[in-house]
Structures are given as structure tokens and as C-alpha cells.
């Protein structure tokens, strides 16, 4: 089993898509990954509008929550293969020590909390499909097959494309 962490500032938008995403992908494709997803300042909340993005999809968004990436720095925290950061205040943050040192990638995407309210779902949808389709491509190796090496570079060509 790959598991992916998934991080974001306040855990609230585009790592909680990220997670939906990818999950909703290895489950399609019956690949053994698991995402996860947290922040270094928890909000607190998921944005509405991302679970709706979510569910619009047919994702169970019961179990989401906002939460601290504290909660996967500990002994008994799923031990990480991948830790991808989403937005670039996050990237720009001094990261905790994470167990098994696992590959670390980046690929930053806008805040669609941050576009006025009448056009947020869309660009909240529109982040959605972006986050899915670059789930799908991580997707597209064994990610448990690869070395970290060759995990490192399928994540840099991802961030290029």
C-alpha cells in the first residue's frame, strides 16, 4: 500500500479535492493508494464547496475533516510513501519530520476560496477536475513498484505538465 499525504496551509480546499481525488481514483483502478490530507494551520473546516465538488461525483465526504499534519508525524500514523503539497505558502513551510522520509513533490494550484461567491463552485469544480486528472496521471505507474528515484521523477514530470 502507497500512502500519499496531501498538504495544504488551512486543509480546507484543494488538499481535501486532492485526497477525494486520488482515492476516488485508486479505487477505480484498483491501485493500492491510499491519500490522505492536512494542513500546517487547520482551518478548522472543509469548505462547503469542496465537498460539494466531491459529492457531485458520487465521493462520501462524511469522514472529511480539517485537521493538523501532526496527526501524521506520530508513531502510530500511517507511514507515508509521498507527501505532495498543494498550494505554495504550504510548499514554503518548514515541514515536521516525516517517518520513512518519503518522496516529497509540490504542484501548486490557486485557492478557488479566494474568487467572489457567484463563481466559487465553478472554480471549485474546475480545481477538482484539474487535482483528478493529475491524480490520474500519479496513477499512471505502480507508484509501489518505484524506486524513490524513479517515484521523484514521475513526480517532477508531473509538476511540468
Not at 462547503?48 to 480539517?66: M, N, Q, V, W, Y
Not at 493538523?68 to 505532495?84: N, Q
Not at 518519503?102 to 474546475?126: C, I, K, N, T
Request: glycine share 8%; proline share 6%.
Amino acid at each position: 500500500m502507497t500512502n500519499v499525504l496531501i498538504l495544504c496551509t488551512h486543509n480546507s480546499a484543494r488538499s481535501v479535492l486532492a485526497e477525494g481525488m486520488l482515492n476516488y481514483w485508486a479505487d477505480r483502478l484498483g491501485r493500492a493508494v491510499r491519500a490522505y490530507s492536512a494542513g500546517s494551520a487547520p482551518s478548522g473546516r472543509v469548505n462547503p464547496h469542496a465537498l460539494e465538488a466531491l459529492a457531485r461525483l458520487g465521493i462520501d465526504t462524511s469522514s472529511f475533516r480539517s485537521k493538523s499534519w501532526d496527526e501524521f508525524t506520530g508513531p502510530d500514523a500511517p507511514r507515508m510513501r509521498l507527501v505532495i503539497t498543494v498550494c505554495d505558502n504550504a510548499a514554503n513551510e518548514a515541514c515536521p519530520f516525516w517517518p520513512g522520509s518519503p518522496v516529497q513533490g509540490h504542484w501548486g494550484y490557486p485557492d478557488p476560496s479566494g474568487v467572489p461567491e457567484g463563481e466559487r463552485a465553478a472554480a471549485f469544480e474546475l480545481t477538482r477536475q484539474a487535482l483528478g486528472y493529475r491524480m490520474l496521471q500519479l496513477l499512471s505507474h505502480d507508484l509501489d513498484a518505484m524506486t524513490d528515484a524513479q517515484l521523484r521523477e514521475h513526480l517532477s514530470n508531473l509538476e511540468t505538465h
